[in-house]
């Protein structure tokens, strides 16, 4: 069964405005982290934030998180049509040696040019 | 190119027919894991080695699956008997770390 749920599940916007994603997850956790994956092709990471971190920046992606709320969201700015993918949160349990994740149900983001 | 390689990337069988799927991780990771995506959903872990020793397994994985990852190197997913339910996208993933996760292009399974 999949850690929790993401908001939107699809989202279509104009190259140029900004996109976010939310997550929710139910378990404490290591870290959450975001992945994207084009359609039929693998997962590529983006950024990864700590549970006791509550924001990260890397380019054009800026990540919060809520450990009090079990939340967090993705904002990419300025967005353009190769942003377009599916995104999604992935959490890391707290006392997990293994470093399993848990993935939320996914965003499918269309940016149109 | 991530670097995590998966061998066959598609793959249509029949119902009841064996299927291996084979990972090969980037060559310094001694973490592995097999996920599986259905249509419209996240991943979902299904089994974790590290190095050679498999560690942990998923109630996904039903008797009907196994993964070996022989010398701690590249790694097998068999699916014996296979049904229409399987029909997924199979997802391979190595570290070095708990932390970031390289995936291969995964294999595509179609169960007719």
């Known amino acids: 069964s999949q850690q929790g749920e993401e908001d939107p599940q699809a989202l279509s916007i104009q190259e140029g405005e900004n996109a976010t994603m939310n997550c929710s997850y139910k378990t404490s956790i290591n870290n959450l982290q975001w992945y994207r994956q084009n359609s039929g092709r693998g997962l590529v990471h983006l950024i990864l934030?700590?549970?006791?971190?509550r924001e990260k920046h890397s380019g054009r992606l800026r990540v919060t998180l809520d450990t009090s709320k079990k939340s967090s969201s993705l904002l990419i700015t300025a967005s353009r049509a190769a942003d377009t993918a599916s995104y999604f949160c992935a959490t890391d349990a707290r006392g997990s040696n293994t470093g399993k994740l848990i993935f939320g149900q996914g965003t499918t983001l269309q940016v149109k040019p | 190119d991530t670097g995590v390689s998966q061998d066959p990337r598609h793959k249509i069988t029949k119902r009841g027919q064996n299927v291996t799927f084979r990972c090969d991780p980037i060559?310094?990771?001694?973490?592995l894991y097999w996920y599986r995506q259905t249509l419209g959903q996240g991943p979902e872990f299904l089994t974790y080695f590290q190095n050679e020793a498999q560690l942990e397994k998923s109630r996904l994985l039903s008797d009907r699956f196994s993964a070996e990852r022989p010398k701690g190197s590249f790694s097998t997913l068999e699916i014996q008997r296979t049904e229409q339910g399987d029909s997924a996208m199979y997802l391979c993933?190595?570290?070095?770390?708990?932390?970031?996760?390289?995936f291969g292009p995964g294999t595509r399974l179609t169960v007719t």
């Open positions: 993933a190595s570290t070095q770390t708990v932390d970031e996760q390289y």
């Open positions: 934030i700590r549970s006791n971190e």
């Open positions: 060559s310094e990771h001694n973490r």
